[in-house]
């Protein structure tokens, strides 16, 4: 099993990246995706998913009306569209796939950096 996760980078502030996470090895549209994240000295947090079946999306407060989750269940990719980028969306962005009998899978990290 294998999540890629790409497309972190550094930005500005206020400005946008997007996110893939490529899976292979699992079912992909048996799971539910999400994005996580864990800045320096912090816990690693929810910030978006997306279900299975009927791609219901949920948000962290602070993502929500700036960041879109979305999946390609022909790809087997799930996205993360980061809009208005603040210095504080700095972290390691982790995705994850989550099935309701399996248990969940994790990828690599890629970084986002935002400067002031």
């Known amino acids: 099993v294998q999540l890629q996760a790409s497309g972190g980078g550094l930005v500005q502030a206020g400005g946008s990246l997007r996110l893939s996470c490529v899976t292979s090895?699992?079912?992909?549209?048996?799971?539910?995706m999400g994005w996580f994240r864990q800045a320096p000295g912090k816990e690693r947090e929810f910030v978006a998913a997306i279900s299975w079946g009927r791609d219901l999306t949920y948000y962290t407060d602070s993502a929500k009306d700036r960041f879109t989750i979305s999946r390609d269940n022909d790809k087997n990719t799930v996205y993360l569209q980061m809009n208005s980028l603040k210095p504080e969306d700095t972290a390691v962005y982790y995705c994850n796939g989550r099935h309701r009998v399996l248990g969940d899978y994790w990828g690599q990290g890629t970084l986002v950096t935002v400067s002031s």
């Open positions: 090895g699992i079912t992909f549209g048996d799971y539910a």
